[in-house]
């Protein structure tokens, strides 16, 4: 019997890297996510095949049971490795889903192009975690760790407001629908990069002032949520990216890469790569196609809400 499962992807607004310290993040569900189909297969592997959002496969290969018994060589960086480490934690936390007569034919389709960054991990990791019946939270810790704000992503459909309280993840869904939706784009700059610089100058800066950088941070998240206009709205993400621009001792994307742009613009997640987030008064298409970005998305085409 077919089963199929789906997962929404994700952009976080406000709160990168300090989530990871318990702040709060505002985090939007995309429209675009991940489906997993479950198929009987041959007992006692996996056979995987992923599909990119244009139809083409970007992996295929056979995991078998033995696999995910036997250590697992950490120091291959390959999907085939990633997908195994998954695996493995999800057999852990749901030994019974091994039967030896047993095998799976699985499939995987994107809406969103894997380059994008809007959570091929993360919205796989839940899709498991739906099929398997375990926590998706856990998996995603025993896995590869993080703040679990993007797990949130692919398990609601309005936005959210997240944080980490001893450890456990805090959602709390909230409203977000001021009449300025239709200033704010989204921009992809395809620019995939390590994000070592900044999480060293994160790390550096954060250790003596984290009690006050996280107060700043909740209070300017809370400013977000709460605009009426478009010019508070503006204010408020500015002095954000201002914020992590001394934090993570980097210049803000604007300063770097659009200083001659009218309006406001901010990284999103990881800085220094994938979307960020533009809120002009005019359509700012014509603008980033001149400058070879091609991806321009409304927000009403891009998040759930």
Known sequence: MKKTFYSNGKLLITGEYLVLDGAKGFALPTKFGQNLIIEEGNKQEFHWKSYDADGSIWFEDTITYNDLINEIDLEEESVKTTLTIILKEAFLLNPTFMDPSKGFKITTELSFSKSWGLGTSSTLINNIAQWLQIDAFKLLQNSFGGSGYDIACAQNNTPILYHLENGKPIIEQVSFSPDFIPNIYFVYLNKKQSSKIAIAGYNKNRKNNLEKIIATNDQITIQVLQAETVE???????????????????????????????????????WGGDFVMVISTENPTDYFVEKGYTTVIPYAEMILN
């Open 232 to 270: 508070s709205f503006a204010k408020a993400i500015q002095k954000h990216e201002i914020d992590m621009s001394l934090i993570l001792e980097m210049q803000t994307v604007k300063e770097a890469s659009f200083p001659d742009f009218t309006g406001t613009i901010k990284s999103l997640g990881a």
